[in-house]
């Protein structure tokens, strides 16, 4: 059974660093991977996907990476502002176009403090 | 374009009242899927439909129905509400199995 872990559970630094949120996945069979933005209150963003051919994915200050051999992904976030404060999500789709399952990992909290 | 839309945003049950949640997309997306969210469990899916009158189960479907008569709509229905059933649902969408979901805002369901 695939199961999705992020790590840290949650995680605080202060404005204008750089950091990295991890995502592990057990099955590499995988056809994409998709990272997501949740604010308090809110439903889900999709920030970006990479499908299972990629490496990485870039818009603005975020870059996404994924080694499916290793069963991992990373979200950077470069010079960070209190706005990115929120829970980021990551999950794989195992099915293709075929469905529309996503197994989800359980998040990582991030706080920007100003 | 409003997107996903989902209501009501905060509903109350007793035990074993039934109710649906509704959901709607105007993006002409075919995929569309109901997902659960609940502390320290993630997102898991409840049922997922890959067009107009075609719906399957997801992980968790007891105690869950869906139907499919349009693109545009998504009920969820709960047919006797039970305590284990307080979460937050969420309603997504997307073009196709292989692109980007969008998510409404979700529904904050409580059974008592």
């Known amino acids: 059974k695939q199961e999705v872990t992020q790590i840290p559970a949650a995680l605080s630094v202060p404005e204008g660093e750089n950091l990295v949120l991890n995502c592990s996945f057990t099955d590499s069979a995988i056809y994409n991977l998709q990272w997501f933005r949740q604010d308090p209150g809110k439903g889900l963003t999709s920030l970006l996907l990479?499908?299972?051919?990629?490496r990485e994915q870039t818009s603005g200050r975020l870059n996404a990476s994924l080694d499916k051999s290793s069963g991992r992904s990373t979200l950077y976030i470069a010079a960070s502002q209190p706005g990115d404060s929120a829970t980021y999500l990551c999950a794989v789709d195992l099915y293709g176009g075929a469905t529309n399952k996503l197994i989800f990992g359980t998040g990582t909290l991030l706080a920007v403090q100003p | 374009n409003a997107g996903v839309t989902q209501t009501p945003k905060f509903q109350v049950l007793k035990t074993g009242q039934s109710m649906t949640l509704q959901c709607a997309q105007d993006m002409n997306h075919e995929y569309m899927s109901w997902y659960r969210q609940d502390p320290g469990m993630g997102l898991r899916l409840i049922h997922y439909s890959v067009g107009a009158g075609i719906t399957d189960q997801g992980e968790v479907p007891n105690g869950y129905n869906v139907s499919r008569s349009t693109t545009e709509d998504f009920p969820l229905r709960l047919l006797s509400a039970a305590p284990s059933q307080t979460s937050v649902y969420f309603c997504a969408s997307s073009p196709t199995g292989l692109e980007k979901q969008f998510f409404g805002p979700g529904t904050r369901l409580t059974v008592l």
């Open positions: 990479i499908q299972s051919s990629q």
